[in-house]
């Protein structure tokens, strides 16, 4: 595929994730028992190819908050902690590093990478998003059972949505299963 190419199918994506996000997920009725809301645009950030250039990932990651925190205007929140998921991405990926590294395709693909390995990440990465977002949010530790609670139900509910985004929507591949 053509660079021109991958750049115009990301920014299909960048517009479908963000744009589904604004218009579908963060309407208020999709809200899990008045705790648990669905960050489905963090998966143009987790989904990104594993050999996207760090700086590319922290540009993409306060282009992609900065969107919704322009339509929902939030002041900053969602660009603060998908630029925090950016700058860490590369952290996790090398922690969960395979014994035989990456190749150059490799993805973040459930069906190519594993199970587990795609849940530890989605795990991290989601739960450190949620935590930056809600706390920042709150302003405070003030409430912190209140926020915790917010986070682990938020990150049952987004990690859901993207395992099913990966399961739909991903290629099946021969992988490490």
Excluded: C, K
Excluded at 41 to 69: C, E, K
Excluded at 150 to 164: D, F
């Amino acid at each position: 595929m053509s660079v021109v190419g991958v750049i115009l199918g990301q920014l299909l994506r960048f517009a479908l994730y963000v744009g589904l996000y604004v218009l579908l997920f963060d309407n208020g009725s999709l809200v899990l028992f008045g705790l648990g809301w669905n960050f489905f645009y963090l998966g143009f950030l987790l989904f990104l190819p594993i050999q996207t250039p760090v700086a590319l990932q922290l540009l993409l990651g306060f282009a992609v908050g900065f969107s919704v925190d322009i339509a929902h205007d939030t002041g900053g929140l969602h660009a603060a902690a998908a630029v925090l998921l950016a700058y860490l991405r590369p952290y996790v990926l090398r922690l969960l590093t395979p014994r035989d590294g990456y190749d150059a395709q490799d993805t973040v693909n459930v069906h190519q990478m594993g199970w587990q390995w795609f849940m530890v990440y989605l795990a991290l990465l989601v739960t450190i998003h949620h935590l930056a977002f809600f706390f920042l949010e709150l302003g405070s530790f003030q409430h912190p059972l209140l926020t915790l609670g917010r986070v682990g139900v938020s990150l049952a509910y987004t990690s859901v949505v993207m395992l099913i985004v990966q399961l739909l929507f991903f290629p099946v591949r021969r992988g490490r299963g």
